[in-house]
Nanobody
Framework: QVQLVESGGGLVQAGGSLRLSCAAS????????MGWYRQAPGKQRELVAH???????NYADSVKGRFTISRDNAKNTVYLQMNSLKPEDTAVYYC???????????WGQGTQVTVSS
């Protein structure tokens, strides 16, 4: 099992910044992808960004140029730096970890991000 604990959400004004953290613990060996998803009220959960074990990154078009995903392997932590936040970024943000060899898929409990206009 892998445990994911998110932190760093909160309330911020439009144009502001937040940094989310996701600390992984447990059986974290051979985790291939870690990423962030978000779910706004009444909408489906969507990918925000992910990063591979090799450091390759992928972003949703809506956040490119504003958000940056990074990882600290020594701390088993993934970060999402969010700049130039917009009200439409308001959502619950979830950390996700995927391990391909046993098709494992893990989720954190979510952290609320609210951007006021």
């Amino acid at each position: 099992q892998v445990q994911l604990v998110e932190s760093g959400g909160g309330l911020v004004q439009a144009g502001g910044s937040l940094r989310l953290s996701c600390a992984a613990s447990g059986s974290i060996f051979r985790i291939n992808f870690m990423g962030w998803y978000r779910q706004a009220p009444g909408k489906q959960r969507e990918l925000v960004a992910h990063i591979t074990s090799a450091g390759s990154t992928n972003y949703a078009d809506s956040v490119k140029g504003r958000f940056t995903i990074s990882r600290d392997n020594a701390k088993n932590t993934v970060y999402l730096q969010m700049n130039s936040l917009k009200p439409e970024d308001t959502a619950v943000y979830y950390c996700n970890a995927v391990r391909l060899f046993d098709k494992s898929d893990y989720w954190g409990q979510g952290t609320q991000v609210t951007v006021s206009s």
